[in-house]
């Protein structure tokens, strides 16, 4: 009975260690770091890259905090050959947006994926920000 236990637990491990990490699916919605999404709405164009991630001060999922913190990243938007640099955060406090409108567009910062974790440190090039893109 312990030989089956152990063997059974010695199974799971392994297959815990082979599994790679899991990454979110992209969508019209996700846009990689350093990477752009063009969107058109109502006939208009607007295309939306994330520049860089300049702050993640937000609390890692494996810990408890008394605050959530906060992302912040800036992007780059083009609308009729105009270019514009905003930054969101995925809070809105004195000093950061969490949305603004450029050139009848609204474009609202709604998650930074993934989420940190204490025990595994996001790697910058992983960074993801959903965005939302509406005319309003």
């Known amino acids: 009975m312990k030989s089956s ?21 992209l969508n019209e919605n996700y ?7 063009s969107y058109t709405i109502s006939g208009n164009t607007v295309t939306v890259c994330l520049d860089s991630v300049i ?6 999922a494996d810990a408890v905090c008394i605050w959530q913190g906060i992302a912040a990243a800036r992007f780059a938007v083009n609308t009729a050959n105009t ?16 949305d603004t409108t450029i050139a009848g567009f609204k474009i609202e910062f ?4 993934p989420q940190n974790k ?6 910058y090039n992983e ?10």
């Open 5 to 25: 236990t152990f063997f059974l637990v010695a199974l799971i491990f392994l297959v815990m260690a082979a599994c790679k990490k899991q990454t979110h699916p």
């Open 31 to 37: 846009i990689p770091v350093n990477k752009c999404q």
């Open 55 to 60: 702050q993640d001060s937000r609390c890692p």
């Open 83 to 98: 270019d514009h640099l905003i930054r969101l955060a995925t809070t809105k406090l004195a000093g950061y947006n969490r």
């Open 110 to 113: 709604i998650a930074l994926l």
């Open 118 to 123: 204490l025990a595994s440190p996001v790697d």
């Open 127 to 136: 960074y993801i920000a959903e965005v939302k893109i509406t005319k309003p």
